[in-house]
């Protein structure tokens, strides 16, 4: 059964394309599953951007059984919560959630509802971070693991090249296993198969 269906598209400016390419590609997408596109609402992406889209959207819940979005990441909201009355509200009215990205379809069942929370979930989670990094990045900070000092690492490779285990390297030297590991890999081959 055909059904009809609304797109959302949350435009970036990223590698994913532009908004009309992604409008098409998400077009083409429930087309193929059969269903019938009789609206698309979109907005563009970022921190504090009102969902101009988004609200529009909700108001033309009449007369359509499902929404089609990208991804779960492409709702709009940051807690489960959040998602939680939004599946209320499209529930009141009848109307089921497609994530194409996810292949999770809430029409299918309660299965289905659960999926799609913790798609969300990881989704959100996922962006917060990224927007933490750049804020991060931005402020001048350096993100990951701290830089070994040169003559730490010559000694490390030092003590590698002798015959040095992994473990007790790290502790002589203070380091964590997993650098020792990532020295080890940048020597030379035939001193790191000694190693």
Not at 129 to 148: D, F, L, N, S, T
Request: proline share 3%.
């Amino acid at each position: 059964m055909q059904k009809r269906t609304i797109l959302y598209i949350l435009g970036y400016s990223c590698s994913a394309g532009t908004s009309d390419e992604l409008a098409g590609n998400l077009r083409r997408s429930v087309e193929d599953r059969g269903d019938v596109v009789v609206g698309t609402f979109s907005d563009h992406g970022g921190e504090g951007r009102r969902k101009t889209g988004w609200k529009a959207l909700l108001a033309s819940l009449d007369g359509v059984e499902q929404i089609a979005v990208a991804s779960a990441g492409d709702l709009p909201g940051r807690t489960v919560a959040d998602l939680l009355r939004l599946l209320g509200n499209l529930r009141n009215h009848g109307v089921g959630l497609l994530l194409l990205a996810e292949g999770i379809d809430t029409t299918s069942g309660s299965a289905a509802v659960l999926d799609l929370i913790s798609t969300y979930r990881a989704a959100k989670l996922s962006q917060a971070i990224r927007r933490g990094q750049e804020r991060a990045r931005a402020a001048g900070k350096v993100i990951g693991r701290p830089a070994i000092p040169q003559a730490v690492l010559v000694r490390i490779r030092t003590s590698l090249a002798s015959g040095g285990g992994i473990r007790p390297t790290a502790k002589k030297f203070n380091v964590s296993p997993a650098s020792v590991v990532n020295v080890r890999r940048s020597m030379p081959e035939t001193v790191a198969q000694a190693a």
